[in-house]
């Protein structure tokens, strides 16, 4: 397992924009598999985006195509999501996770497919 830290979370109103961060305590993401996760209040937690091990293409949920973004920075020991044109149904309390599997499938769509989660930081978008 890993230790995650999640930051950059805030309030914003509809339209702007606004990246969090995950980062690795005391390594690097090199060799992991890391999602972000987003849980709205009196929902499940759902799939936002990937970046798998093994150089795949990052993935999106529908809901984020276009607007989202996830990249990992050069020393590997962060991953970003820039949202761009956040939407009040954006809203919710964002997750990174991490795992050291390699998933050719669609199960790191799925929150199980994760051992390693940090604590969350919330994103607000106003109307």
């Known amino acids: 397992q890993v230790q995650l830290v999640e930051s950059g979370g805030g309030l914003v109103q509809a339209g702007d924009s606004l990246r969090i961060s995950c980062t690795a305590a005391?390594?690097?993401?090199?060799?992991?598999?890391v999602g972000w996760f987003r849980q709205a209040p009196g929902k499940e937690r759902e799939f936002v985006s990937a970046?798998?091990?093994?150089?795949?293409?990052?993935d999106y949920a529908d809901s984020v195509e276009g607007r989202f973004t996830i990249s990992r920075d050069s020393a590997g020991n962060t991953v970003y999501l820039q949202m761009n044109s956040l939407k009040p149904s954006d809203t919710a309390v964002y997750y990174c996770?991490?795992?050291?599997?390699?998933?050719?499938?669609?199960?790191?769509?799925?929150?199980?497919?994760?051992?390693?989660w940090g604590q969350g930081t919330q994103v607000t978008v106003s109307s």
């Open positions: 005391g390594r690097t993401f090199s060799g992991y598999t």
């Open positions: 970046l798998r091990r093994g150089g795949f293409a990052p």
């Open positions: 996770a991490a795992d050291s599997t390699t998933y050719t499938s669609t199960y790191y769509k799925t929150s199980t497919a994760y051992d390693s």
